[in-house]
Each structure stands twice: as structure tokens, then as C-alpha cells.
């Protein structure tokens, strides 16, 4: 089975804090996402990467970076975190066929 | 602007009666679908998906019609059962760049018991 761990469920941070969610996968995927949910607007894209140090922008990407030093890890941060990036966060992997495989998602809030 | 869109924000069935989930799209070169599963406090689950190059794909419970002209796919669940009582998004890819997929905004289904 596919395995998608993400570091935390649930995390709490101020607003201002540098922000790192970690996702890693097992299956040896090349492509790895991060989206986040909220309410009425459904899965929308942040970044992706498509191998080892390579990244693209997605949908939102502002406000947030991303690093892929190895090729099991992709990580999402948020350089400075606001209020308006509460929200829960899904990270998902895939290969070859395009099916992607979602984390447990960490739920986010910035007080 | 949505390239792939579920009208229906949510839905209520009987347990035991059909479930029909619809999702519309726009862009004609999507030749993947997929269905995914969530629960609260979840990530999605993969649930099924189909190629472009068929019209239906079935697994136990779930069939998914893919009408290519009308550009519209719809998700059966027969029986439904109280356990399928989650928020089921729509999803397409094209073969571009990752494969990404464009979600549409999901459906809540609640099955009566």
C-alpha cells in the first residue's frame, strides 16, 4: 500500500512564525503535491515537484515555499505565517498512472 | 476559473437506494477522471477512476459513467450504505507537466440510515 505520512495532524501557530510541514512517502513516487482545503473552495494547488529539487507553482502559491531535497520528502513552508493561511493541508504523491496519493492532512491554524 | 465543477454541494440518500454524484468539466483535453473519498479531518481516499478511452468502469459498489460529448462524469454508489456518508470530490487530469489533477469544490453526501 501506498503510505503518505505527514509530520503533524494538527499544529497551532502564531501569526509571524516561519511555519515547516513535512510529507514523506514510501512508494518511490516522482511527483509530490501540496494543496490546501477550505470549505466551498475544495483542493486547490500550491506547489508541486516532479523530481529532486525541481518545483512548480500552482494555483496559490503566494505566501508559501517549498524545498525537495530528497526524493521521499517534500516539505511546505510558510515563510511568515497569517491568520488567512489557516486551513487544513494535504500533501499527495504520485507516479505512473496519475492517480495521487493524499496524507492525513494537517490542520493548521494561525492565531 | 473551475475547470471541473460539482453543482450539487450536497446530497441526501436513503440507506439502500442508489447515490448519483455529478461533476461537470470544461476542458476537453482531461482524459483522466477520478473519484476520492473524504472524511472529516481526513486526507481523500482514492475511490475509482477512469480513462477517457471507456465509458464505464466498475468496481463493487461504485460505477462511473463518463459522458466524453457533454464533457460529464457521474459516481453511482448502489446500495448506499451509512458508512459512505462523506464528502466525494471529482477530479481530471490532462498529460501535462506532473499529471496534475484540477478538484472540483466536492459533494456531501449523508446516507439515512
Known amino acids: 500500500d501506498v503510505k503518505v505520512t505527514q509530520s503533524s495532524r494538527y499544529l497551532v501557530k502564531r501569526t509571524g512564525e516561519k511555519v515547516f510541514l513535512e510529507c514523506v512517502q514510501d512508494?518511490?513516487?516522482?511527483?509530490m503535491f501540496w494543496y490546501r482545503q477550505d470549505p466551498g473552495l475544495g483542493l486547490r494547488l500550491i506547489y508541486f515537484?516532479?523530481?529532486?529539487?525541481?518545483?512548480e507553482k500552482g494555483d496559490i502559491p503566494e505566501g508559501y515555499s517549498v524545498s525537495r531535497e530528497k526524493k521521499e520528502r517534500f516539505s511546505l513552508i510558510l515563510e511568515s505565517a497569517s491568520t488567512n493561511q489557516t486551513s487544513m493541508y494535504l500533501c499527495?504523491?504520485?507516479?505512473?498512472?496519475?492517480?495521487?496519493?493524499f496524507g492525513p492532512g494537517t490542520r493548521l491554524t494561525v492565531l | 476559473d473551475q475547470q471541473v465543477k460539482q453543482n450539487s454541494p450536497s446530497l441526501s440518500v436513503q440507506e439502500g437506494r442508489i447515490s448519483i454524484l455529478n461533476c461537470d468539466y470544461t476542458?476537453?483535453?482531461?482524459?483522466?477522471f477520478l473519484w476520492y473519498k473524504k472524511y472529516p479531518a481526513e486526507g481523500p481516499t482514492f475511490l475509482i477512476s477512469?480513462?477517457?478511452?471507456?465509458d464505464k468502469n466498475e468496481d463493487g459498489r461504485f460505477t462511473v459513467f463518463l459522458n466524453k460529448s457533454a464533457k460529464h462524469l457521474s459516481l453511482h454508489i448502489v446500495p448506499s450504505q451509512p458508512g459512505d456518508s462523506a464528502v466525494y470530490f471529482c477530479?481530471?487530469?490532462?498529460?501535462?507537466?506532473?499529471?496534475?489533477?484540477?478538484f472540483g469544490t466536492g459533494t456531501r453526501l449523508t446516507v439515512i440510515p
Open positions: 477512469i480513462s477517457s478511452i471507456k
Open positions: 515537484s516532479y523530481d529532486v529539487k525541481m518545483k
Open positions: 477530479a481530471a487530469s490532462g498529460q501535462t507537466g506532473a499529471n496534475n489533477l484540477f
Open positions: 499527495a504523491s504520485s507516479s505512473v498512472p496519475r492517480t495521487q496519493y
Open positions: 476542458n476537453s483535453m482531461f482524459d483522466y
Open positions: 512508494m518511490d513516487h516522482e511527483n
